[in-house]
């Protein structure tokens, strides 16, 4: 403890954090698990794509602002433009993740009925003694221009033959037999992105986890990404959903009430309320299911779809510990915390998508701001709140810091009325979301149905 809490110090400017010498600290649990994009390395196939010596830097470097006081672009801190072929890179990144309680990275993984890409970083680890715990996360999407607004050129494309089961677990012996893969009841924990993109996934995942048990395994536990298109695990005969903001979090509902002042005259783009978004994570109510909560730090794709992102505003350090706060309260209550392989986690997107204004790593702007606030929500001064004292805390907080900053611009509420629209925050039902993804394929009906809905929400009041 007395090596991590002098690095601590020489890292943090926040002295009042956590004091060490008090003997009623009580820790959480809960398993901070933090996406992984594996991109910041130059490969051939990029280079191919989208020019020479292309890197997810490259689109970071070259965001600009669409707004009076956007944050853009994001600039490293202490770990700087880094190049992930260095393993040296990654031992820094876990150290400083651990450091502040991150419990392990979820690596993103590209895999094409054999073919893989982005895989250096994650073959290095392997390679490695890096001490953190990781999983994978199969980004089984087609490979696409989405970065520049164009979903239907295919670069390279998801083919879903037949023999790629076998191939698949077969690739994966190598990454859950490492003693830092993360187990659930000794079985591998594997996160599958677009669930129901693969043809027939329930038969799907019968065949994998009866392949992970010929490979020795005791099967798999798999977890499915809270997409749009999905409400249930039981949908795909998953194991668990893992949220995954800002999906489903960034629909019409999620509107600032106050817009910025547009300085691109070409945006198109989408703006969103980060304490709207708080508000619609505090609102869940426990499903039937086994939930992952997850959490994010902020959101600004910019950099990727400079005239067309989806940008949150209003996110701060501050709020985004009140909010994981919160979901550590959640978690402690609805899932379990005994043992070394309680699947006790909660998903941060993520530790470095810098391309989508994400990350925890520190930036220019905020330092170790979001860092610290993941320390410091792993401890309390005797016993923890509730998660529901914790969800009336969270309004409270949350509606001071909407109170500050329209005091700054001279639009002031009471706290009070602040508190009783976010306690009376309506999300949209999972219904909404699967219709969406339908007329999402006739764009001109997905724009009348949006305004419709638009409309009936105001006149809801």
């Known amino acids: 403890m007395n090596k991590d809490v002098h690095a601590f110090n020489a890292l943090s400017s926040r002295a009042d954090l956590i004091d060490c010498n008090n003997a009623d600290i009580v820790i959480d649990k809960s398993k901070l698990l933090a996406f992984y994009l594996p991109q910041f390395h130059r490969t051939v196939e990029n280079s191919e794509w989208w020019g020479p010596g292309f890197t997810e830097w490259t689109n970071v470097a070259g965001g600009k602002p669409n707004f009076d006081g956007h944050y853009q672009p994001h600039i490293p801190r202490e770990l700087g433009f880094y190049d992930l072929t260095h393993p040296d890179i990654m031992y820094e990144q876990a150290e400083l993740a651990k450091l502040y309680g991150v419990h392990g990275f979820c690596f993103y993984h590209y895999w094409f009925s ?132 800002p999906h489903k979090f960034n629909g019409p509902q999620s509107i600032p009430t106050s817009m910025p002042v547009f300085t691109n005259p070409e945006f198109a783009g989408g703006v969103v309320d980060y304490t709207k978004v708080i508000a619609q994570s505090a609102r869940r109510e426990k499903p039937s299911f086994k939930l992952y909560r997850g959490i994010i730090p902020s959101w600004d794709n910019t950099a990727r779809r400079q005239n067309t992102p989806t940008t949150l505003i209003n996110a701060t350090p501050t709020l985004f510990g009140i909010w994981l ?73 949350v509606a001071e810091e909407i109170s500050v900053s329209q005091a700054a611009a001279k639009d002031e509420q009471s706290v009070e009325s602040i508190v009783e629209s976010l306690r009376e925050y309506k999300p949209v039902g999972n219904h909404a979301h699967k219709i969406s993804m339908l007329l999402l394929k006739w764009p001109l009906g997905y724009k009348v149905a949006r305004a419709v809905y638009l409309l009936a929400r105001r006149l809801r009041g």
Do not use: M
């Not at 978690?331 to 070394?340: A, D, I, V």
């Open 114 to 245: 054999g073919r893989r890409i982005l895989e250096r970083p994650v073959e290095n680890f392997l390679k490695s003694d890096i001490d953190i715990k990781f999983c994978l996360c199969w980004a089984n999407e087609n490979w696409t221009r989405t970065w520049s607004g164009d979903t239907k050129s295919v670069l390279l494309g998801q083919e879903y033959a037949d023999e790629d089961n076998q191939k698949f677990i077969d690739s994966l012996v190598e990454y859950f037999s490492d003693p830092r893969y993360i187990l659930v009841d000794g079985k591998p924990l594997l996160v599958v992105y677009r669930a129901k993109d693969i043809p027939d996934p329930s038969a799907c995942f019968a065949i994998w986890r009866a392949l992970a048990v010929e490979k020795g395994f005791a099967g798999l536990h798999i977890t499915v990404v809270d997409f749009y298109d999905i409400s249930d695990p039981s949908e795909v005969q998953a194991d668990a959903l893992v949220e995954f903001p």
């Open 325 to 397: 706060r919160y979901l550590r309260a959640y978690t402690r209550e609805n899932l379990p915390q005994n043992t070394e392989e309680s699947d006790n986690f909660i998903f941060i997107n993520a530790w470095n998508e810098w391309g989508e204004g994400c990350h925890l790593e520190p930036d220019q702007k905020w330092g170790l701001g979001y860092l610290e606030e993941v320390l410091r929500s792993s401890y309390s001064v005797g016993e923890f709140p509730s998660a529901t004292q914790e969800r009336e805390l969270l309004y409270g907080l």
